[in-house]
């Protein structure tokens, strides 16, 4: 699969490293950072809104699979 990233929606100055890449989210977020391999991301919760953060920036995600994660990751309903 090959995701389409962005420059990051998001701005703050609390850091979230993503493999060699840090960005800075707004204070208040819930960051959740996933590992599988080699591969990383960064979920962070934001205003009732899941962000995905990867090295390359921002991949934009769908509601469905942004009400998934905030139940699965941030245990929310």
Do not use: W
């Not at 960051?31 to 934009?60: F, M, P, Q, W």
């Amino acid at each position: 699969m090959n995701l389409n990233a962005m420059q990051p929606s998001l701005g703050g100055h609390l850091p979230v490293v993503v493999g060699r890449k840090v960005y800075g989210v707004p204070r208040g977020s819930r960051v959740a950072h996933v590992r599988k391999g080699d591969k990383i991301l960064a979920y962070v919760l934001n205003a009732g809104r899941v962000h995905c953060l990867v090295e390359s920036g921002e991949v934009t995600m769908a509601p469905r699979l942004q009400a998934l994660v905030k139940t699965k990751v941030f245990g929310l309903q």
